[in-house]
């Protein structure tokens, strides 16, 4: 499988498809993306929970608010409204989930070891936790256009 990355967006919802049939929410919290734990194992190919106990082997190692932050199922229906994700999440309307910022989810793939998982990380680093930034230098290096008099 090639991954592609494109943003899908309308009014209501913004979703990254990574190849035909695999997509995962945006979330940004802060200017910040995350990634759910579940979104990694399903991107990534893995049986479900992998990345779960990935994540808990080694809770030891990650720092809460640089590596992963906790939310509420509640709070995070409102990053992920009216799309194919919040009835998924309403499944768990009692738990917390945990998201992981750009560094969590490297900490948390670094054991995944196949030919795959190298394109994801590259995909997903270059296109979805970096797209803000990008977008940024590509406005501050953008010619400014003359003013017409």
Known sequence: MQPSLKNKESDSFNELVISEGITIPVIE????????????DKIHQRPESTARQAFNRNKSRFIEGKH???MDAKDLKAYVRHTRFEMDISKYSS???VLLSESG??????????????KIQDVLIDSYFRAKQLETI???QSPKQ???R
């Not at 989810?105 to 054991?111: A, E, F, G, H, S």
């Open 29 to 40: 919290i802060e200017n910040e993306r995350y990634i759910t734990l579940s979104s990694i």
């Open 68 to 70: 992963f932050i906790k």
């Open 95 to 97: 738990e917390s989930f």
């Open 105 to 118: 989810y490297l900490k948390v793939t670094k054991v995944f070891d196949d030919d795959l998982s190298w």
């Open 138 to 140: 590509n406005k501050q």
């Open 146 to 148: 003359p003013l017409n």
